[in-house]
């Protein structure tokens, strides 16, 4: 069994009920973001599809704009890989569609338009890119970013694959790396062990800040509706925004 096949992603996951109820995330040091992103720096967020940005650190982001930070996000495919075999949305609708929900979506959190970079890698080939990816991002850094990628373990392909070559392109650039876990509230459990709680912290987020992180994610209406043609569930169904969607987010320093 390699290390991805032993964070799992399938079936429904740990319900969000049992992350409520563990006292562990609720004990987690804070972490206020004007702290994460000093004054003067720039936050840069390296997404492998377009949502991540939102449902990993769509409420700093807000947050992060309220205190006039410049943020940045490299979006490192299009995320045309969601739909396979759908006549309701085949790839050039999604490479369209995708993008442009990445864009309503940041604007609903009052970001700034011009700060997306498209880095037009195959979905779901980003490891077989990784070197690309990371010289690509290594590129878009300048020293002293605070830099977001999914987490190196975070159980999908793609999202590990980012976090290694982010991971690289911040040795190389002097930036600093903070991973955000996304899929490991599905695979993962309350104190599961593969998980590095001591380097996890909470970013808190206050009603207004959760409101528009909701209503930001309900922009990425192409994975949030049931494909008619396939039959197929929406990608990002009631019980995976229920995980993502809660009043802090995670991330590991
Ligand atoms: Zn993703």
Redesign the pocket.
């Known amino acids: 069994m390699d290390a991805v096949t032993s964070r799992h992603i399938f079936g429904e996951g740990t319900p969000a009920r049992d992350w409520a109820s563990w006292s562990g995330l609720e004990s987690l040091p804070w972490l206020d973001p004007d702290v994460l992103v000093p004054e003067g720096r720039r936050a840069v967020i390296v997404?492998?599809?377009p949502?991540?940005e939102v449902?990993g650190t769509g409420g700093l982001l807000a947050h992060l704009g309220r205190l006039g930070r410049e943020a940045r996000i490299l979006a490192v495919t299009d995320?045309t890989a969601s739909h396979p075999g759908s006549a309701s949305w085949p790839v050039e609708r999604l490479a369209a569609t995708r993008p442009r929900e990445t864009r309503e979506a940041l604007h609903r959190l009052g970001m700034d338009l011009t700060g997306v970079d498209r880095l037009g890698v195959p979905d779901g080939a980003i490891a077989a890119n990784e070197q690309r990816v990371a010289t690509l991002v290594a590129e878009a850094l300048e020293p002293g970013d605070v830099v977001f990628a999914?987490w190196r373990l975070d159980g999908?392909p793609?999202?590990e694959a980012v976090g290694r070559a982010t991971a690289w392109a911040c040795a190389a650039r002097e930036a600093r790396f903070v991973e955000v876990p996304?899929?490991t509230w599905h695979w993962a459990a309350p104190g599961d062990a593969r998980v590095p709680w001591s380097r996890a912290r909470r970013i808190p987020l206050d009603e207004s800040t959760l409101a528009l992180k909701r209503r930001a994610t309900a922009a990425y209406v192409s994975q949030l509706e049931t494909d008619l043609s396939t039959g197929a569930a929406p990608i990002l169904p009631a019980h995976v925004l229920e995980r993502l969607l809660r009043p802090f987010e995670v991330v590991f320093t």
């Open positions: 997404a492998p599809h949502d991540d449902l995320g999914t999908h793609d999202h996304i899929w």
